[in-house]
């Protein structure tokens, strides 16, 4: 496609379940970003992949966290035991380097009940 | 401890005048500024950005200005247009930190028509 795309667009689960949030960046960009917004609060940073590896995994907000990116494409958070704290907007964005413009997806929607 | 701030939640703008949305940070490290627009249910879309070699930066209508002795920066849209209205959010990284970025809360701006 030619913009960066996220599945699901909205996700509502219970409270306890793991979930898998997926992102599609844009073909040949080699950088991929994941963000998440909460309720009433600016965007903030989670993790960053160049290639598939993760330089910085500062963001994550607990060791429930986890992101992969197989083959310099695809990333998938995961979401282990979720907590009703973790309901909010997930952002995933791409950029062809590490320092050049970065595109976001829609997001998903994650609804924690 | 909020780095990137913008202070004011909401702006109401009649149509043709001036926007006038700020930002403050506190990280002294950032180096590079980005403005992105929101819409709902869409991703953030890059608007412009400025660098700390900058003062002021200039895209049809809209001005990045930077003062950083005072941390802040701030985002002229002038003309403003109906088709503006959106949230802005202000976004800041260290050098070389690429696109992890740190994220103001964001401005509901309104313009009326």
């Known amino acids: 496609g030619a913009g960066v795309s996220q599945s699901p667009s909205n996700k509502v689960t219970e409270k306890g379940k793991d979930v898998e949030l997926r992102c599609d960046p844009i073909?040949?960009?080699?950088?991929l970003y994941w963000y998440r917004q909460s309720l009433g609060q600016g965007l903030e940073f989670l993790i960053y992949?160049?290639?598939?590896?993760?330089?910085?995994k500062s963001g994550l907000p607990s060791d429930r966290f986890s992101a992969e990116r197989t083959g310099g494409s695809v990333s998938t958070l995961t979401i282990q035991r979720t907590q009703q704290e973790d309901s909010a907007v997930y952002l995933c964005?791409?950029?062809?380097?590490?320092?050049?413009?970065?595109?976001f997806g829609q997001g998903t929607r994650l609804t924690v009940v | 401890d909020q780095q990137v701030k913008q202070n004011s939640p909401s702006l109401s703008v009649q149509e043709g005048r001036i926007s006038i949305l700020n930002c403050d940070y506190t990280?002294?490290?950032?180096?590079?500024f980005l403005w992105y627009k929101k819409y709902p249910a869409e991703g953030p879309t890059f608007l412009i950005s400025?660098?700390?070699?900058?003062d002021k930066n200039e895209d049809g209508r809209f001005t990045v200005f930077l003062n950083k002795s005072a941390k802040h920066l701030s985002l002229h849209i002038v003309p403003s247009q109906p088709g503006d209205s959106a949230v802005y959010f202000c976004?800041?990284?260290?050098?070389?930190?690429?696109?992890?970025?740190?994220f103001g809360g964001g401005t509901r701006l309104m313009v009326k028509p």
């Open positions: 400025i660098s700390s070699i900058k």
């Open positions: 992949f160049q290639g598939n590896s993760a330089p910085d």
């Open positions: 976004a800041a990284s260290p050098d070389n930190a690429g696109n992890m970025l740190t």
């Open positions: 964005a791409s950029s062809r380097q590490e320092n050049t413009e970065a595109f």
């Open positions: 073909s040949g960009h080699t950088a």
């Open positions: 990280n002294s490290m950032f180096d590079y």
